[in-house]
């Protein structure tokens, strides 16, 4: 039996590169990939990058007791975001700071002809604007410093082996039992990334390393749920996301899904999805998600969790390569009574500005 030309000699250490192939696989088993491609070669397994942002400008009452109407001393979550002679407002009183211990602000009450009130635990402080006087020295600068992000790289690879028998041997369907095998590697290897980019936790010793994913990454909206999906909760992690900021700058938020909680969102009024219909088919698909914060395309990845869902904005994630080691194949050749190859690749998770993302945990 002929065999193929890549069992011949010449074609030994040769690599050749498969990430256009990995790129045509099934986009339901291999969303995020899908969906996201492979971005520009990195040069170090460790990839940092420097995130910005403004400065918060709220926080809470942290007082279980709360504050009556003519407190001047109020305790709040975070103090290091205010400064002496700035204006702030809790409900509809403004209040000048006029000197700050940690988290205690000293206050005047009423400011501006505002009136006083008795404040809770847990109500908004809200930074308003400096008090501006004419004349005055600069005031010392309000600033945030940049931060490091970074992830590490991680090696994905397969091995392919193939007896000399099952070479010999006439398969159904089958021209090249090597390139059949090879094909499945690649579909392993895709499932095993796809999953790398959810599920990853960042782990590094010796010479293994391991990516941090998405979940991981995601820390600030976290919402923990009681009960089924509901619409209020997408809303709220919606919210959550936007008033951080994590709509501007050319956003393309995706919900992403399990199977199960692409079942829930199929029941949620029809007036907050956009459906596709087809007359030979029963039921519906969800195709976007309407809420108040703007339309989002859902994509069913069933490597969540099944008691999760994912607000991920795709323009803020990229899959990085390490350099020249974008997934390749090299055919090793015959090692005795059979012949190996190897697919290899080593890749990291660039993801930005964690505030713009969100997700939902604990759902029924």
Not at 30 to 39: D, I, T
Not at 190 to 195: A, G, N, R, T
Not at 203 to 229: C, H, W
């Amino acid at each position: 039996m002929a065999k193929n030309p890549i069992y011949k000699a010449d074609q030994v250490g040769i690599i050749e590169s498969v990430v256009n192939e990995m790129l045509l696989l099934d986009p339901y088993q291999v969303p995020l990939l899908s969906l996201l491609g492979f971005g520009s070669p990195i040069t170090n397994v460790k990839h940092e990058w420097v995130e910005d942002e403004l400065e918060a400008d709220k926080t809470a009452i942290n007082n279980g007791a709360g504050y009556a109407d003519n407190a001047t001393s109020i305790v709040v979550d975070d103090g290091s975001i205010f400064a002496a002679n700035e204006i702030i407002k809790i409900g509809e009183e403004l209040l000048k700071i006029t000197a700050i211990s940690t988290n205690t602000l000293t206050v005047t009450r009423g400011y501006a002809g505002t009136t006083a009130a008795a404040l809770t635990d847990n109500q908004v402080v809200e930074f308003m604007f400096v008090e501006g006087v004419e004349g005055a020295d600069a005031r010392t600068a309000r600033k945030k410093p940049r931060v490091r992000i970074d992830n590490i790289t991680q090696i994905f690879d397969e091995t392919i082996e193939i007896s000399g028998t099952a070479l010999a041997m006439s398969q159904y369907g089958i021209n090249d039992p090597y390139d059949y095998e090879k094909a499945k590697k690649l579909k392993e290897l895709s499932l095993q990334f796809e999953k790398a980019l959810i599920n990853g936790v960042k782990y590094e010793t010796g010479q293994t390393r391991q990516m941090k994913g998405m979940r991981s990454f995601i820390t600030t909206n976290v919402d923990t749920a009681s009960g089924p999906l509901t619409m209020n909760m997408i809303n709220d992690l919606a919210q959550d996301i936007f008033e951080k900021g994590g709509f501007t700058g050319g956003s393309q938020h995706v919900v992403l899904v399990p199977a199960k909680q692409k079942r829930a969102l199929s029941t949620i009024d029809e007036n907050k999805i956009n459906i596709v219909r087809q007359d030979n088919v029963r039921g519906q698909v969800v195709d976007s998600l309407v809420t108040d914060f703007g339309q989002f395309p859902i994509i069913l990845d069933n490597n969540l969790n099944s008691n999760e869902l994912m607000l991920v904005d795709l323009n803020r994630c990229k899959i990085r390569p390490l350099a020249n080691r974008e997934f390749f194949h090299e055919y090793m050749g015959k090692k005795g009574d059979y012949v190996t190859g190897q697919i290899v690749g080593e890749y990291t998770l660039e993801f930005k500005q964690e505030k713009a993302h969100g997700r939902i945990r604990n759902l029924a």
